[in-house]
């Protein structure tokens, strides 16, 4: 059974940071497509950052510069660090793993940045 436990969310200010981390048991990271996703009221989900197995990473326009996307295949966990937050980056913000056909989703961490 897979399972994907973020943590990390909170409360910051404009211009202040955050590091979020998602944990798996029942599938390894180092081996799959892994990433982040945020979604914000009303709007659609949307991929923020992923890494790939061969350790390529992507970033959305929006976060290029401020957001970094890290995995430690040791502890089996991928990390986001951001930086520079803004307002608009306020989503509820979800890891995911891709293996094959199958994407697993964690439950979500809320991260609100007040202006």
């Known amino acids: 059974q897979v399972q994907l436990v973020e943590s990390g969310g909170g409360l910051v200010q404009t211009g202040g940071s955050l590091r979020l981390s998602c944990a798996a048991s029942?599938?390894?990271?180092?081996?799959?497509?892994v990433g982040w996703y945020r979604q914000s009221p009303g709007k659609l989900r949307e991929a923020v950052a992923s890494?790939?197995?061969?350790?390529?990473?992507m970033y959305v326009d929006s976060v290029k510069g401020r957001f970094t996307i890290s995995r430690d295949n040791a502890k089996n966990t991928v990390s986001l660090q951001m930086n520079s937050l803004k307002p608009e980056d306020t989503a509820v913000y979800y890891c995911?793993?891709?293996?094959?056909?199958?994407?697993?989703w964690g439950q979500g961490t809320q991260v609100t940045i007040s202006s």
């Open positions: 995911y793993v891709r293996n094959g056909g199958n994407t697993y």
């Open positions: 890494i790939v197995e061969s350790g390529s990473v």
């Open positions: 029942g599938i390894s990271f180092r081996f799959n497509a």
